[in-house]
């Protein structure tokens, strides 16, 4: 009985199938990207930082870290500089929310330094710098909600809604 190995044809042909779809399935999940870091906002370091001690003036901050992402004026002015760091697994899915600090600058009524402090997001709820909604008072109703509160309450409210509908019936 002899060992030697013996190749045919149909051998052949699956190996190259084989190889074939191994190379495009690696070709394709190559194009994959397997995550999305995106950096926002104010990004300072500390040798910048360090230029802007308690005490320094408001043009000294400017000079050094450079225009703020947003001021308040409550109680003296505030510089916030404001920085997110956001991941996503795909393309297509939305933004995770991972990390955010907020550099605020304290001045005091006369233009100078008094505090600094980097808030994190362990400190406190993540929150939407640009949300574009403003917040009101009260509470949101449905549509039927506003016709049975209309001009009083349940069939009241109803049956004055129908006499501005239907005046003199």
Same mark, same amino acid.
């Given at each position: 009985?002899?060992?030697?190995?013996?190749? %045919?044809?149909?051998?052949?042909? %699956?190996?190259?199938?084989?190889?074939?779809?191994?190379? &495009?399935?690696?070709?394709?999940?190559?194009?994959?990207?397997?995550?999305?870091? /995106?950096?926002?906002?104010? &990004?300072?370091?500390? #040798?910048?930082?360090?230029?802007?001690?308690?005490?320094?003036?408001?043009?000294?901050?400017?000079?050094?870290?450079?225009? @703020?992402?947003?001021?308040?004026?409550?109680?003296?002015?505030? %510089?916030?500089?404001?920085?997110?760091?956001?991941?996503?697994?795909?393309?297509?899915?939305? @933004?995770?929310?991972?990390?955010?600090?907020?550099?605020?600058?304290?001045?005091?009524?006369?233009?100078?330094?008094?505090?600094?402090?980097?808030?994190?997001?362990?400190?406190?709820? @993540? %929150?939407? /710098? &640009?949300?574009?909604?403003? @917040?009101?008072?009260?509470?949101?109703?449905?549509?039927?909600? #506003?016709?049975?509160?209309?001009?009083?309450?349940?069939?009241?409210?109803?049956?004055?809604?129908?006499?501005?509908?239907?005046?003199?019936?």
């Amino acid at each position: 009985m002899s060992l030697t190995r013996r190749d %045919f044809k149909s051998d052949r042909t %699956f190996m190259k199938g084989a190889t074939i779809a191994l190379l &495009i399935a690696t070709a394709g999940l190559t194009g994959c990207q397997t995550g999305d870091v /995106m950096n926002g906002g104010y &990004i300072f370091d500390q #040798q910048s930082l360090d230029l802007v001690p308690v005490g320094s003036s408001r043009e000294q901050v400017l000079l050094s870290l450079g225009t @703020p992402s947003t001021t308040a004026t409550f109680d003296g002015e505030v %510089f916030y500089y404001i920085s997110q760091k956001r991941t996503r697994s795909a393309a297509f899915m939305k @933004p995770k929310l991972v990390d955010q600090s907020i550099l605020a600058i304290y001045f005091d009524k006369d233009g100078v330094v008094k505090q600094r402090a980097n808030y994190a997001l362990k400190d406190g709820k @993540p %929150f939407d /710098m &640009i949300s574009r909604t403003t @917040p009101t008072g009260g509470r949101d109703m449905t549509f039927l909600q #506003q016709v049975l509160m209309g001009s009083g309450t349940g069939a009241n409210g109803a049956k004055n809604l129908l006499n501005t509908v239907n005046p003199g019936q």
